[in-house]
């Protein structure tokens, strides 16, 4: 009856230390899916930089995006931030599953528009405005690069080896999420905290 009820006994839930861990090592085993990431991300940013002529039709999307901060107190603009950068960063990782295309594009689309906005501010005031990006840019950053390439990861599941697909899937899938719980939140949290308080301050 005891070894029953011992069997019975569900297991006691995984503490936050031991989901940090599980994290940690999960990075360790996808940082060639980081690299990709970045180079990618490298890219795009030059190609938004250089080719800045051609991407004038980002000047209505980034418009509207300044017209929904205006007004902003501190603590609005950094849920403002933060639910964009979260939303970005969890659709980029999710939608990697359809074999990582969305994943793709979201890099290059947020590679390209950095760079087309480094292209006017820098016009403007000189490069010396990297340096606001800097504070907040060395966690936001690599949160995004984490995010997007467990993304590629999820997608590039298909091309596994392993002899069970669904069941690798299932673990690739559960310790993104982890991962974006425990690594990537936390990331984006500080780093929204600085960006808001950098524009509000600094305008």
């Known amino acids: 009856m005891v070894k029953k009820a011992l069997k019975l006994k569900k297991s006691p839930p995984l503490s936050i230390s031991t989901q940090f861990k599980e994290a940690k090592s999960y990075l360790k085993e996808s940082i060639s899916y980081f690299y990709v990431v970045i180079i990618l991300f490298i890219l795009s940013v030059l190609f938004g930089y250089f080719y800045a002529i051609h ?33 970005s960063t969890l659709y980029g990782l999710i939608l990697g599953i359809l074999l990582g295309i969305p994943t793709v594009l979201n890099i290059i689309m947020n590679g390209a528009v950095l760079g087309y906005v480094l292209n006017k501010v820098i016009s403007l005031e000189g490069y010396s405005i990297i340096w606001r990006l800097f504070p907040h840019g060395i966690f936001e950053i690599p949160a995004v690069f984490i995010a997007l ?30 991962v974006f719980l425990m690594i990537v939140i936390p990331l984006l949290i500080i780093a929204a905290i600085i960006e808001a308080l950098l524009i509000f301050y600094l305008g």
């Open 55 to 87: 991407l004038t039709f980002l000047d209505n999307f980034l418009k509207q995006l300044i017209e929904k901060t205006q007004g902003l107190n501190p603590l609005e603009m950094i849920f403002f931030i933060l639910q964009n950068n979260i939303q």
């Open 149 to 178: 390439g467990l993304g590629l990861k999820l997608g590039a599941t298909i091309f596994s080896k392993k002899a069970d697909k669904p069941k690798e899937l299932k673990r690739r899938f559960y310790n993104s999420i982890n």
